[in-house]
């Protein structure tokens, strides 16, 4: 006889189970409502519970979840880099680590650099199988189009090419898009260029370099999706990837090509065999880590990457102090930053139709700078990520006169409240205003004695709770404070943007913002 799990209380304890006989379940439902009895095991409604203490199951959870949750904390911290020294508050954990980094920097063995493609003697050398061609080697920017100064070397046509963005390409007389396995090699030596197929000699040239742009990362079969055509990847295998900063003579070039390399090889800075994942076993750490689905195949020695034109390898060399101590400075502060000092990751732009391109942002000098497309014209940059109750610290510096702001709450193109960076003798610098309306609005108290002309300052906006309080400093002193009289059209979680007002007469004038990190508050 088939039987179902019926609950048994036990007195001040877990509840046991029994076999119930299946001609007593039909009594469990009558009439449409259920009997007072625990429903039976496979009725996902019913928890266990204890006869004096009330149900425990998820309390039971709960319990659990928060046992894993600090066993994952710990096992997280156990694996932090030793340079990593926590302290009370996250501005002395960062110098002790700061202090700690650079002794340890100091006492292990140097770490060469990737070589600077327009500085410098260097060579790229590489095993290419394609019909189709694409990028090998290039330094480019991390996201969106090709750049001036970005630097690639590509199969385009059937031949081998090298370009350097809006300066021009040296391309080979011979053809390597045959489906055969050739050795491709880039040297350049005192600015002079030679393109070298199966360890000889090709087309020779020089064009106008300059260094590589800081924000531009090296990559591994893939350039820019409009260079050096729409959808630039490879389509094809690309084997035993070399790095130099020195420029090979013909006869190490030839012994490469026959599968001769030196064991000791002079001047190697990265080479990424690709047997073993994208690892660098020059010994310099210049890893590289997939973007897509990169596949393997056989290759020229041992395995080679297969590329279908969009999965390729991103090389973004040592990774800095910065790079390394935000993420735990977040994971145990909260503090996260928002610019990284050289390129515009984790930000958008976010221009009002109707007004152009509005503004114009760029990443330079270690500071993002805002401008006006054209007099008049308006736009705002805004972070990728939401952030609900915040301590924001950033560093501004404008020419005068010039509008900006930056933007809190934001719930449409320009909705919500926003402290002022009114530069001008009738302006207002750190007052707050809601809307674009600028009704209702708290000036800024005193801030033409605190602000500093030609120079950075400081601006610091609290905001917390919903509908929210804002408060805002100016260089250390308060100017400001005003709470929002609703919730409503504010977002509870919304990005933060810095905005290029309009005005004719601002027109070519710059604000710029650095240093940009906030505390998440609770």
């Not at 809006?166 to 090699?185: C, I, M, N, P, Y």
């Not at 590289?288 to 297969?306: E, I, S």
């Not at 010039?402 to 009738?426: E, K, N, W, Y």
């Not at 007469?505 to 604000?511: E, V």
Request: with cysteine; proline share 8%; aromatic share 8%.
């Amino acid at each position: 006889m088939r039987s179902t799990l019926q609950a048994v209380p036990a007195k001040d304890s877990w509840c046991l189970f029994r076999r119930l006989p299946e001609a007593q379940r039909g009594t469990r439902r009558r009439q449409g409502r259920l009997d007072t009895a625990p429903p039976p095991a496979y009725d996902p409604a019913w928890t266990p519970h204890r006869q004096d203490k009330g149900p425990l199951a998820m309390t039971a959870i709960a319990r659990l979840a928060a046992i894993l949750l600090a066993l994952a904390a710990s096992a997280a911290r156990a694996a932090d880099p030793a340079w990593y020294t926590k302290k009370a508050t996250w501005e002395a954990t960062r110098q002790a680590s700061r202090d700690a980094f650079d002794q340890a920097r100091k006492a292990a063995p140097p770490v060469a650099p990737l070589p600077d493609f327009g500085r410098g003697d260097f060579t790229i050398a590489a095993w290419l199988r394609t019909t189709k061609g694409g990028t090998i080697v290039a330094k480019a920017p991390a996201t969106g189009n090709w750049a001036p100064q970005g630097k690639a070397l590509f199969v385009r046509g059937g031949r081998l090419c090298y370009d350097i963005g809006w300066v021009g390409t040296l391309a080979s007389q011979r053809r390597v898009a045959d489906g055969a396995w050739h050795h491709v090699a880039l040297t350049s030596k005192a600015g002079a260029l030679r393109l070298h197929i199966d360890g000889q000699p090709d087309k020779a040239g020089r064009l106008a370099a300059k260094p590589d742009v800081p924000a531009h990362v090296l990559k591994l079969g893939f350039t820019c999706p409009n260079f050096p055509r729409q959808g630039s990847g490879l389509r094809g295998a690309l084997d035993d990837v070399r790095l130099y900063r020195r420029a090979l003579p013909p006869g190490e070039l030839r012994a490469l090509a026959a599968g001769q390399p030196p064991a000791k090889p002079t001047g190697l800075v990265a080479h990424w065999p690709l047997d073993d994942g994208l690892r660098d076993a020059s010994g310099h750490h210049h890893h590289a880590a997939p973007a897509g689905k990169p596949a393997t195949t056989p290759g020229k020695h041992g395995r080679a990457l297969q590329l279908d034109g969009r999965a390729h390898a991103v090389v973004r060399g040592q990774p800095t102090f910065a790079d390394l101590v935000w993420p735990l400075l977040e994971r145990d502060f909260g503090v996260v930053r928002l610019f990284d000092g050289t390129s515009l990751d984790g930000w958008h732009r976010r221009n009002r139709p109707g007004h152009g391109w509005g503004s114009v942002w760029a990443a330079a000098d270690g500071a993002i700078d805002g401008v006006q497309e054209w007099p008049g014209a308006l736009g705002l940059i805004a972070t990728r990520r939401a952030f609900a109750s915040f301590d924001l610290q950033l560093e501004v510096k404008t020419d005068w006169p010039v509008d900006s702001a930056v933007l809190l709450r934001l719930a449409g193109f320009a909705d919500g409240p926003q402290v002022t960076i009114h530069c001008r003798p009738d302006g207002d610098v750190g007052g707050i205003a809601t809307g674009e309306t600028a009704e209702p609005r708290v000036a800024a108290k005193g801030w033409k004695k605190l602000w500093k002309k030609d120079d950075w300052n400081q601006l610091r906006i609290r905001v917390e709770a919903q509908p929210p309080t804002i408060r805002t400093w100016l260089n250390g002193a308060p100017v400001a404070t005003y709470t929002h009289p609703t919730a409503e059209p504010l977002a509870p979680r919304a990005p933060i943007a810095l905005k290029i007002h309009g005005g004719d007469d601002a027109f070519n004038n710059h604000a710029c913002f650095r240093n940009l990190h906030l505390r998440q508050l609770k």
